[in-house]
């Protein structure tokens, strides 16, 4: 009994070193989550750098670049992203991608974007969206180096200039006016520096693209608001309208830059009360311009619906101080659309303020489709 006793206390002891080794010792691949299994469980067993019995190779256990070169350096975000990039949880997989493209550097960027190349050759998934925000980052990172490579690689390199732009103007449009304009895409690659500086440094955008010729103007025009509503709001968009307006630019040129702004704030308003005041006062504020289209008012009216549907009415009477809309008054741009936004959402109410605006220039039109719209077998 004694004897037994004994071995029996043995196996309590080791049993309980294992233990303390399994749950209470630091574990050496403790942060290293993401990686491939054969590489932390070599670091587990602190065989990392020794031979492979079975290979002969010390360096097995190692992942690969494409290109087939062993890494010796492990670096746990390239790893990760390619283990996330396998995930079939869009949303796990685009918030753990775009958090370790925010950890990406100049010493893993390549091999963040191996990672993209080998899921996609493997697999067939090329998630264009975050290839998309991981060309930029390499443009942030890597600047003219990872404009290099990714040509190198086959793919375009908009996106990495563009993200240049973004993190380092001055020095994507000095790379632009001695490499840049003789490429191939030389216009793409001019947008997306006009985009990109937009997006850094509003006002230098502005004045840079004062400089360009008008062909390039009307190219870069699109790029140069998006960069700037995109960092300062419709409001910066307008500054540089009033630019254009007082610049003595052409006709041509100046109604581009204004078509821009206008379609911009006719399709992004909010379809409340703040927007319906918004747009209001914006188009007021260039009521006397010539550029102003029927098309912007219809737009512009249209995008009420829902409980604020007959916002779209009051936004059309408002604009019956415009010349554009004086000149149609009786049938106003949008009208049709309006209507039935407001008859979709509550047919009572439209008839209530159809009452109550029997003077409106539109109120004989407005009736007639009201009563189409009622009447409507459904």
């Not at 963040?112 to 697999?123: A, L, P």
């Not at 993190?167 to 994507?172: I, K, T």
């Not at 004062?210 to 140069?224: I, K, N, V």
């Not at 307008?238 to 041509?252: E, I, P």
Request: net charge negative.
């Amino acid at each position: 009994m004694t004897l037994d006793r004994q071995k029996l206390a043995v196996a309590f002891a080791l049993l309980g070193g294992l233990l303390l080794g399994r749950y209470l010792l630091p574990d050496p691949a403790s942060g290293l989550t993401g990686l491939p299994p054969e590489v932390v469980e070599a670091i587990r067993s602190g065989k990392l750098n020794e031979a492979s019995p079975s290979s002969g190779n010390s360096t097995a256990a190692l992942p690969r670049r494409r290109d087939g070169h062993v890494q010796t350096q492990v670096d746990p975000i390239p790893h990760r992203v390619g283990q996330t990039l396998a995930l079939g949880d869009t949303v796990a997989r685009v918030q753990q991608v775009t958090s370790d493209l925010q950890k990406m550097d100049a010493s893993n960027w390549k091999q963040v974007i191996d990672q993209f190349e080998i899921i996609s050759h493997q697999t067939g998934r090329t998630h264009p969206d975050l290839w998309k925000l991981a060309m930029m980052r390499v443009g942030q990172v890597a600047g003219a180096a990872g404009i290099e490579d990714i040509k190198a690689r086959g793919f375009e390199q908009d996106q990495v200039f563009y993200g240049w732009a973004m993190a380092d103007p001055a020095a994507a449009q000095a790379w632009f006016e001695e490499k840049g304009h003789e490429d191939p895409h030389a216009l793409q690659f001019r947008q997306q520096l006009v985009e990109g500086m937009a997006v850094a440094d509003p006002a230098k955008a502005m004045s840079y693209f004062a400089t360009l010729s008008e062909s390039d103007q009307q190219s870069c025009a699109t790029d140069l608001v998006n960069g700037l509503v995109r960092t300062a709001g419709v409001d910066a968009a307008s500054q540089w309208l009033d630019q254009v307006l007082a610049s003595g630019a052409s006709q041509g040129m100046s109604k581009r830059a204004f078509d821009e702004v206008a379609q911009l704030v006719a399709k992004t308003s909010k379809p409340d009360v703040t927007g319906l005041g918004f747009a209001q006062d914006w188009f007021l504020r260039y009521k006397d311009s010539p550029y102003i289209t029927s098309e912007e008012i219809g737009t512009a009216a249209s995008r009420f619906q829902g409980q604020y549907a007959l916002n779209g009415l009051d936004f059309l009477m408002t604009m019956n101080q415009l010349p554009v809309v004086q000149g149609q008054s009786d049938n106003p741009p949008g009208l049709a659309q309006v209507m039935q936004n407001a008859y979709a959402h509550d047919p009572q109410k439209l008839e209530k303020w159809l009452q109550q605006n029997a003077t409106a220039p539109f109120s004989e039109q407005a009736s007639q489709i009201y009563a189409s719209l009622r009447d409507k077998p459904r």
